[in-house]
């Protein structure tokens, strides 16, 4: 099968606008958490989340279009413009149009947009008066259909849903239509903007959410004795994902390659993950086996690592089972633990914290530890608060979602 490799990349997260913005600030150990600035949330169980900072809409929308566009197409076609500014693919004739296509991910879609149209409805006496606009806008698909719209992609077109890891479904997809030859070029990742009232409200009510906040910023406390759930985020990730050939062909920038991908479910609870994290073991073998790689092989796991209770402990218990011995050798780290959980858009950024710590030989770390937790194996290195420098070979990311979806991607050194 075709080779697949990494040549463009686009970020927009509560920790950086840009990419290099997003690495800065992962090498630093930077916490995006704060207070809520987007709406009142005095009256919540938790009155803090990750938001994207210093972002206004008219700076990249002219107003009468932004108004069309719900916060999570907004994110996402920021993010895809600098992807494919990187990847060298804007102007006339960069591309065939016929073999470029676009697999977005996106957990909820225009929650922000479904909210603001429903409570207008509820205030009013009953007679309909929806924003024409209201269904294109909140549509889970629609971020994908505009950044074909806007740069006149006609190949592969759609959006996965599987919560939180809608964008690691996206990108294993996009891997594997090109590979099989049904396009060269493909533009993957995720967005999503669900801190809005029902957002926070819908995950406190699910005891999902962190509610620490008297200190924002230590929230996040993935593999810690006291984490108490994960912090709410928003953004954006995209990849350009191209044939090698093709790549090379027009001299493009490559960042990294494509190993393979795995996809599993857990077949066990509609939020808590399978107690001794077989779903969990499953994906990463999965990956490992679609890659042709061995557990050797690999040298840094950006794990799921919300930061829940149960879910940090049977993550670690599925690495143990997967990698044996040589779990003792990685480094491991939770990315979340500085940008909150951005949902559906967790796997495209923490695919690109992967990229570049193959390209850079920099683990990222996980912050705010504070407590070992016993139940997880303290000779696993979870790269606590210090990033480390290391050769990374080879990175896998997971992610997993609400009714037992697991998603497991590798990106190797070309």
């Not at 150990?29 to 009155?47: D, P, Q, Y």
């Not at 697999?103 to 929650?111: A, L, R, T, V």
């Not at 239509?177 to 957002?199: C, Q």
């Not at 997880?376 to 037992?404: E, H, M, Y």
Request: net charge negative; charged share 20%.
């Amino acid at each position: 099968m075709r080779r697949v490799v990494i040549t463009g990349l686009g970020a927009l997260t509560p920790i950086g606008n840009t990419v290099l913005e997003y690495w800065k600030s992962l090498e630093e150990g930077k916490s995006g958490a704060a207070l809520v600035t987007r709406f009142n949330a005095e009256k919540f169980k938790t009155r803090f989340a990750c938001e994207i900072k210093g972002f206004k809409v008219e700076d990249h929308f002219e107003r009468k279009e932004g108004r069309k566009l719900d916060p999570f197409t907004h994110y996402g076609l920021v993010a895809a413009k600098e992807a494919m500014t990187d990847a060298g693919l804007l102007g006339e004739n960069k591309f065939d149009p016929d073999r470029t296509g676009v697999i977005w991910g996106s957990g909820i879609g225009g929650i922000e947009t479904f909210q603001q149209e429903a409570f207008g409805f509820a205030k009013g006496d009953g007679t309909p008066r929806f924003n024409p606009f209201f269904i294109p806008k909140m549509i889970g698909d629609i971020c994908s259909g505009h950044i074909s719209i806007i740069y006149g992609m006609r190949g592969i077109n759609y959006t996965t849903v599987s919560a939180c890891a809608s964008s690691t479904h996206a990108l294993i997809d996009a891997f594997n239509y090109i590979r099989w030859n049904k396009a060269d070029i493909i533009v993957a990742g995720g967005s999503e903007a669900a801190v809005v009232e029902s957002g926070l409200g819908g995950f406190n009510a699910l005891q999902a959410l962190s509610t620490r906040n008297d200190s924002p910023e230590t929230a996040s406390r993935p593999f810690d004795k006291d984490r108490d759930g994960f912090v709410l985020g928003e953004g954006a990730g995209c990849l350009i994902l191209e044939e090698y050939e093709h790549a090379k062909k027009r001299g493009a920038k490559i960042y990294a390659e494509i190993a393979g991908g795995g996809m599993t479910a857990d077949a066990h609870h509609i939020t808590a993950p399978h107690p001794e994290g077989l779903g969990a073991l499953n994906v990463m073998k999965n990956a490992l086996e679609d890659a042709g790689l061995s557990s050797s092989d690999i040298d840094y796991i950006n794990v799921h690592g919300t930061s829940t209770p149960l879910g940090d402990v049977a993550e670690s218990k599925a690495i143990l089972g997967v990698f044996g011995e040589h779990a003792y050798k990685l480094n491991i780290s939770s990315t979340k633990s500085m940008t909150g959980h951005l949902l559906g858009a967790a796997g495209a950024i923490e695919t690109i914290a992967c990229v570049m710590a193959v390209t850079k030989d920099i683990v990222p770390p996980t912050i705010n530890h504070f407590t070992d937790d016993p139940e997880i194996d303290p000779g696993l290195n979870l790269t606590f608060n210090k990033a480390q420098k290391r050769t990374v070979r080879a990175a896998l990311s997971n992610t997993f979602g609400f009714g037992g979806h697991n998603a497991s991607v590798i990106v190797k050194k070309i």
